[in-house]
């Protein structure tokens, strides 16, 4: 369960980023450009904070 909660955390963190990335985008970008962006932002924290291996101690 904390493996979960901690990757939550990440996509909101994730979802804070592309939210300030949002203003640099290039003019005209479409919509999937954007769809890209947070996908990339929100996911990609979240996916790797999930399989990350357990500290040891």
């Not at 640099?24 to 962006?37: D, I, K, N, R, S």
């Amino acid at each position: 369960m904390g493996g979960i909660s901690k990757a939550l955390g990440a996509g909101v963190g994730g979802a804070l980023a592309g939210s300030a990335g949002v203003p640099f985008m290039p003019e005209g970008t479409p919509w999937y450009g954007y769809l890209a962006l947070y996908a990339l932002t929100i996911g990609l924290p979240a996916l790797l904070t999930y399989l990350a291996p357990k500290n040891q101690q």
